[in-house]
């Protein structure tokens, strides 16, 4: 077979930053079933019919491939939130709201526990869907219903906590709790040093029905039963080691409780991939905590290829952050049937760290 780009560049620096991380590497390109695999262009709720709006094009167009990474425009306020210019553009009262979640977001240290929490809240609140499903998605029932006394919601009380009080207060200005949740994900992502600024619609529906339940992955899973999981919601095994990674700033807190605390990479405050190489030569004896179904994707046969692309110290970081706004944002807009209804806030969010 013929040897990958990401390899021979290893190879010509020498730049194999972690321990293990050389060995880990070149067992996987001696495997003769290394490839890379593609990102999901599948559609899915009204964008999957005839479309008739622009946003309705616009959404359809980065679900089916286009980049979903946002340009470097920005937005002013015309007034204050509460007056009557604010209330005359939309965007306005966006404005406020994140730069009330950045302030919650951001420290010298890079992101913070609050913005780890509202980067799990939002995958766990729009995952409950798949394509069997009637409803469940990105609708906000994680906290309009009971879903938070889930075993898989543990810990998501504090952000939790957080949103509510942020839906209390910006619910009159006619925000929905659906895109609270989500617009506090895509803010926390860019929150962290070396974050996507992911594109952001607002208009999602509210729905106080809890989720479907066994939608959700678990961190014992074997790597096939996370693929057909995530596949089911109309993502590639490309776009779940992609998501996976979103573990870079992550600490986890009730897997192994005489742990908790432990990030699952050594920079957590920071969006970056020592994720993808500290997961496979991570042995669990070191300060980093690693989940069992990581290190499964990590040497899986068809995730182990994008695994190791990512895991490149020399390309990797600018492959994965395009490849995670693109999964993410799929994410998103799981189980929405208005999406051509939607209003983009992009310009709102902050620019990269």
């Given at each position: 077979?013929?040897?990958?780009?990401?390899?021979?560049?290893?190879?010509?620096?020498?730049?194999?930053?972690?321990?293990?991380?050389?060995?880990?590497?070149?067992?996987?390109?001696?495997?003769?079933?290394?490839?890379?695999?593609?990102?999901?262009?599948?559609?899915?709720?009204?964008?999957?019919?005839?479309?008739?709006?622009?946003?309705?094009?616009?959404?359809?167009?980065?679900?089916?491939?286009?980049?979903?990474?946002?340009?470097?425009?920005?937005?002013?306020?015309?007034?204050?939130?509460?007056?009557?210019?604010?209330?005359?553009?939309?965007?306005?009262?966006?404005?406020?709201?994140?730069?009330?979640?950045?302030?919650?977001?951001?420290?010298?240290?890079?992101?913070?526990?609050?913005?780890?929490?509202?980067?799990?809240?939002?995958?766990?609140?729009?995952?409950?869907?798949?394509?069997?499903?009637?409803?469940?998605?990105?609708?906000?029932?994680?906290?309009?219903?009971?879903?938070?006394?889930?075993?898989?919601?543990?810990?998501?009380?504090?952000?939790?906590?957080?949103?509510?009080?942020?839906?209390?207060?910006?619910?009159?200005?006619?925000?929905?709790?659906?895109?609270?949740?989500?617009?506090?994900?895509?803010?926390?992502?860019?929150?962290?040093?070396?974050?996507?600024?992911?594109?952001?619609?607002?208009?999602?529906?509210?729905?106080?029905?809890?989720?479907?339940?066994?939608?959700?992955?678990?961190?014992?899973?074997?790597?096939?039963?996370?693929?057909?999981?995530?596949?089911?919601?109309?993502?590639?095994?490309?776009?779940?080691?992609?998501?996976?990674?979103?573990?870079?700033?992550?600490?986890?807190?009730?897997?192994?409780?005489?742990?908790?605390?432990?990030?699952?990479?050594?920079?957590?405050?920071?969006?970056?991939?020592?994720?993808?190489?500290?997961?496979?030569?991570?042995?669990?004896?070191?300060?980093?905590?690693?989940?069992?179904?990581?290190?499964?994707?990590?040497?899986?046969?068809?995730?182990?290829?994008q695994w190791a692309?990512?895991a490149d110290p020399?390309?990797?970081?600018?492959?994965?952050?395009?490849?995670?706004?693109?999964?993410?944002?799929?994410?998103?807009?799981?189980?929405?049937?208005?999406?051509?209804?939607?209003?983009?806030?992009?310009?709102?969010?902050?620019?990269?760290?």
């Amino acid at each position: 077979m013929k040897k990958s780009a990401i390899f021979i560049s290893l190879a010509a620096t020498g730049v194999l930053a972690y321990p293990g991380m050389d060995r880990a590497l070149a067992e996987i390109q001696a495997r003769d079933d290394f490839r890379l695999e593609t990102r999901s262009t599948a559609l899915f709720g009204d964008v999957a019919g005839v479309v008739v709006t622009p946003v309705g094009e616009d959404i359809k167009g980065i679900l089916q491939g286009n980049s979903a990474t946002a340009d470097s425009s920005t937005y002013s306020p015309p007034g204050p939130l509460g007056s009557s210019s604010c209330a005359k553009d939309p965007l306005c009262r966006w404005y406020w709201i994140v730069q009330d979640m950045q302030g919650k977001f951001t420290d010298q240290n890079g992101c913070t526990d609050s913005a780890r929490g509202a980067i799990r809240q939002g995958f766990h609140d729009a995952a409950t869907w798949d394509t069997s499903s009637s409803y469940g998605g990105a609708d906000g029932s994680l906290l309009l219903s009971d879903e938070l006394s889930r075993p898989e919601n543990k810990g998501l009380d504090p952000i939790g906590t957080t949103t509510k009080a942020w839906f209390e207060t910006y619910k009159q200005y006619g925000v929905t709790m659906a895109d609270i949740i989500q617009t506090g994900a895509i803010v926390a992502t860019v929150s962290c040093p070396g974050g996507p600024r992911i594109r952001a619609f607002v208009g999602r529906k509210d729905d106080s029905r809890a989720g479907p339940e066994g939608k959700l992955p678990l961190p014992f899973q074997d790597a096939q039963y996370l693929i057909n999981l995530f596949q089911a919601k109309t993502f590639s095994a490309s776009d779940l080691v992609a998501l996976v990674g979103a573990h870079t700033a992550s600490k986890q807190f009730f897997v192994d409780p005489a742990r908790a605390g432990a990030p699952q990479d050594s920079t957590p405050s920071v969006w970056d991939t020592r994720f993808y190489a500290e997961t496979l030569s991570s042995t669990n004896d070191s300060s980093i905590f690693t989940f069992q179904s990581d290190k499964n994707l990590a040497t899986y046969p068809s995730t182990r290829g994008q695994w190791a692309a990512f895991a490149d110290p020399q390309g990797g970081q600018g492959q994965w952050g395009p490849a995670f706004a693109q999964a993410y944002f799929r994410m998103s807009m799981l189980g929405l049937n208005n999406m051509q209804n939607l209003t983009e806030i992009t310009r709102v969010i902050p620019l990269p760290r």
